[in-house]
Nanobody, 124 residues
């Protein structure tokens, strides 16, 4: 059974950095696409970026491009979201998700597994 566990959220001032981790277990992740999404209160879940675990290709939303980086550690079965130059509008619950193939997608419905989420709050 696939399990995704996020960690690393917290409170940070604008301009600061945080690194989120997504520890994955129970799947053949080298064939998966790993996505990061976020959801602010009253808003729909929003694509942040994704990574093809096998090939390492990454894709990002325009709103985070150049500030956020997704990477992976194969030995630890962990995917990271490094967030720099954080802005108050980045405040949201951040979710890790996994899709059982290597296709890139921005749509939450295309992902099969989800973590529980971790809160990121950026103060101005």
């Amino acid at each position: 059974q696939v399990q995704l566990v996020e960690s690393g959220g917290g409170l940070v001032q604008a301009g600061g950095s945080l690194r989120l981790s997504c520890s994955a277990s129970g799947g053949m992740f080298d064939t998966y696409t790993m996505g990061w999404f976020r959801q602010a209160p009253g808003k729909e879940r929003e694509f942040v970026g994704c990574l093809s675990w096998g090939g390492g290709a990454t894709y990002y939303a325009d709103s985070v491009k150049g500030r956020f980086t997704i990477s992976r550690d194969n030995a630890r079965n962990t995917v990271y979201l490094q967030m720099n130059s954080l802005k108050p509008e980045d405040t949201a619950v951040y979710y890790c998700a996994a899709r059982r193939d290597y296709y890139y997608s921005r749509k939450p419905d295309d992902y099969h597994y989800w973590g529980q989420g971790t809160q990121v709050t950026v103060s101005s």
